[in-house]
């Protein structure tokens, strides 16, 4: 589970990063490496929802078991 947790956080920081770059300067850092909407390129996006979804599970059971 700890593994998990570690490849979940590492995808959730990849991605806001890449959203933070989309916001600030209009550049999609995924786009200019796998190129636009490639098979790799929604791959990473799908991975980085999927992060997301276990880092809110995760984070909700470990608020959850401390009350």
């Known amino acids: 589970m700890r593994i998990l947790k570690i490849i ?3 995808l959730v920081i ?3 990063l890449n959203w933070g770059l989309v916001g600030l300067f209009g550049f999609d850092l995924v ?3 796998f190129g636009d909407m490639t098979f790799l390129a929604r791959t990473v996006y ?3 929802g999927l992060a997301a979804i276990i880092s809110l599970i995760t984070s909700y059971k470990s ?3 401390e009350y």
């Open 63 to 65: 608020i959850s078991d």
């Open 8 to 10: 979940s956080f590492i």
């Open 14 to 16: 990849i991605g806001a």
């Open 31 to 33: 786009a200019a490496v």
């Open 46 to 48: 799908i991975l980085v």
